[in-house]
């Protein structure tokens, strides 16, 4: 089991998370497609797809979150291990 310091410091050498944005869409050609057209990579997962959008936050430098100590909740809370398209990056993943 991981504890809460090594995953911070495997979070603070991945930062995929920061770096994209993902969610839901409808699954259906039409949706789809116009995704595509737009450049953004599209997952399927089970029964529904998602959009990647490049998207850095804002507090991600070149020397990695320039809030961590303070990070929102929900970027401490977030588990990428357990995210159907992050856990293929995870850094956690690969040492549970």
């Not at 599209?42 to 070149?62: K, Q, R």
């Not at 990695?64 to 977030?78: F, K, L, M, T, V």
Request: glycine share 4%; charged share 30%; proline share 5%.
């Amino acid at each position: 089991m991981l504890t809460e310091k090594r995953k911070s410091e495997l979070c603070l050498k991945c930062l995929e998370c920061c770096k994209i944005l993902l969610f839901k869409v409808e699954r259906n050609h039409l949706t789809i497609e116009f995704y595509k057209a737009r450049g953004f990579k599209m997952h399927t997962v089970d029964n529904f797809s998602m959009v990647e959008i490049p998207s850095p936050c804002i507090y991600l430098t070149a020397f990695g979150c320039s809030i961590y100590p303070a990070r929102p909740e929900a970027c401490r809370e977030y588990d990428g291990s357990t995210h159907p398209i992050m856990k293929e990056k995870c850094l956690w993943i690969k040492e549970k």
